[in-house]
């Protein structure tokens, strides 16, 4: 999306950059009295002491520099970010924190481990070692080095947490959208770039009942195994086949509004603490799950997936009535929404004439510059009309599968129209509200909070009133 207006382009940023890690409101352009950006820090000398504190937080000038360094490893620049900008990134960061804190919100410490454990390896990578990377942050050995960047990533993500809490409540009502869109002016509405509504339609391969019985058999087996004492989560790390979630011993934090099919939520939900639940089967496989915890309306929980195998037969069936289908429309027997609606396997497009929802926006657009690349390998050379060879999608969440996609609508780059893409003018003015109230909290938080800027960062000019003038 392009957007002719700099201030609104600066207000939508902006909320993307307040509920993600890595970004804050600070980090704008604006007339800051600061320091030079560090391009080779390696080159000066540094004294590492504090200079702010945030209710029990405190802010190390070394801080800055492994700010700069997350930015980095993320591919986002950093030659216009100023000292003064990050610092005041970091007083939000602590600011969010703290509170987070005070409201119990909870971090867990394999999370952040992770994560620090990514952020290492780049440091590594730019700097050469591990020893390098000690010494370059003065610090008098690698444990000292890991524990303050631990503090670091989990000040952080509490923050991140904290923000997602406050606009967790926050929406927008269909008059507040059309007062968003009548105060913009007509040569500053945005503007939207090419568009393409797509379909498809799936055939999954059948799965035999004795394959169906086996997974269930097997899943039978670790339940009574972590019953005897065996360990849920390393059975999830070595046999889960949800890719997503193995890594972390099948973890998952949810509630009732986590994007999560039917059948899972309703059995998570269904369970107590301790509690593992008989095999149940889901539009991915077969799944048990433990409850590890609950905390009002979320519940911690792991859970291991098991996708029945496919055999090379009903691979080739599959294949075999996908080309069918596509015969049948391209020689008018049936329209390609209709075939869809009779034929496909997939739930979620069935219904809509195999009509894909872009989960981005949650309508039926695909701008071109942001689609998926494969989804766009796919279709970016189809004609009217036309329609894919079968394809095999390996999904890591439901298996392999054979699919055939056609456009079925272009949409030109054009300026905003309210009817036509009111949508996306609703999630603006939803993000602007988001904005506005992270602005006030923060205003609220920080009269009420201890807050104290040291030495010459005295001298910067923040958009917060960190100094409290």
């Known amino acids: 999306m392009k957007y002719t207006n700099s201030k609104l382009t600066v207000a939508i940023i902006a909320v993307l950059c307040t509920v993600s890690f890595a970004n804050a409101q600070e980090i704008i352009k604006d007339s800051v009295k600061t320091k030079p950006v560090v391009k080779n820090t390696s080159k000066r000398q540094k004294v590492d002491g504090v200079i702010a504190t945030v209710g029990d937080y405190i802010v190390l000038d070394s801080d800055i520099d492994k700010s700069f360094l997350e930015l980095s490893s993320q ?11 990050m610092l005041g990134k970091l007083l939000e960061d602590k600011l969010f924190a703290h509170q987070a ?13 992770e994560k620090m454990n990514d952020q290492i390896s780049y440091m590594v990578e730019q700097l050469g070692s591990m020893d390098k990377v000690v010494q370059y942050f003065k610090k008098d050995n690698e ?53 393409m509504e797509v379909a498809q339609i799936v055939v999954a391969p059948k799965i035999s009942e004795e394959e169906k019985q086996r997974v269930i058999n097997r899943l039978k087996e670790i339940k009574a195994e972590v019953l005897a ?42 369970l107590s603490e301790g509690e593992i639940s008989e095999p149940f089967e889901t539009e991915y496989g077969y799944h048990i799950i433990m409850v590890e915890k609950i905390k009002g309306q979320e519940v911690e929980l792991r859970h291991i997936l098991m996708m029945p195998k496919v055999s090379d037969q009903s691979l080739k069936d599959a294949k075999e009535k996908i080309t069918l289908i596509k015969r049948r429309i391209e020689n008018g027997e049936i329209s390609f929404a209709e075939a869809a609606r009779t034929m496909s396997d ?124």
């Open 346 to 469: 997939e739930k979620e497009t069935r219904a809509n004439g195999g009509t894909l929802i872009n989960p981005k926006t949650q309508d039926t657009h695909f701008e071109l510059t942001k689609m998926d690349p494969s989804l766009y390998s796919e279709v970016s050379n189809l004609k009217d009309n036309a329609i894919t060879v079968p394809i095999l999608d390996d999904d890591p969440r439901s298996g392999k599968k054979y699919k055939i996609i056609t456009v079925t609508n272009r949409i030109n780059e054009h300026t905003a129209d309210y009817a036509k893409d009111y949508i996306k003018i609703k999630d603006l003015a939803l993000k602007e509200k988001q904005i506005k109230a992270i602005g006030k909290w923060t205003d609220e938080k920080i009269k009420e909070t201890y807050i104290k800027v040291n030495g010459e960062y005295r001298d910067c000019v923040f958009v917060n009133n960190w100094i409290k003038k």
């Open 143 to 195: 444990d000292e080095f890991k524990s303050e960047l631990f503090d670091i990533i989990k000040t952080i993500k509490l923050g991140g947490e904290m923000q997602k809490k406050i606009i967790d409540g926050v929406e927008i009502t269909p008059e507040e959208t059309r007062t968003f869109f009548k105060a913009i002016p007509e040569a500053d509405l945005p503007v939207f770039g090419a568009e």
């Open 75 to 85: 591919g986002q620049s950093i030659k216009d970010i100023t000292r003064c900008q």
């Open 101 to 113: 804190v005070q409201d119990s919100i909870i971090i867990k410490d394999e999370e952040v481990k």
């Open 229 to 270: 004492g065996a360990s849920f989560k390393t059975r999830a790390v070595i046999y889960s086949d949800d890719r997503g979630s193995a890594s972390s011993g099948g973890f998952y934090k949810i509630n009732r509004k986590t994007q999560f099919v039917k059948e899972f939520k309703d059995v998570a939900f269904s």
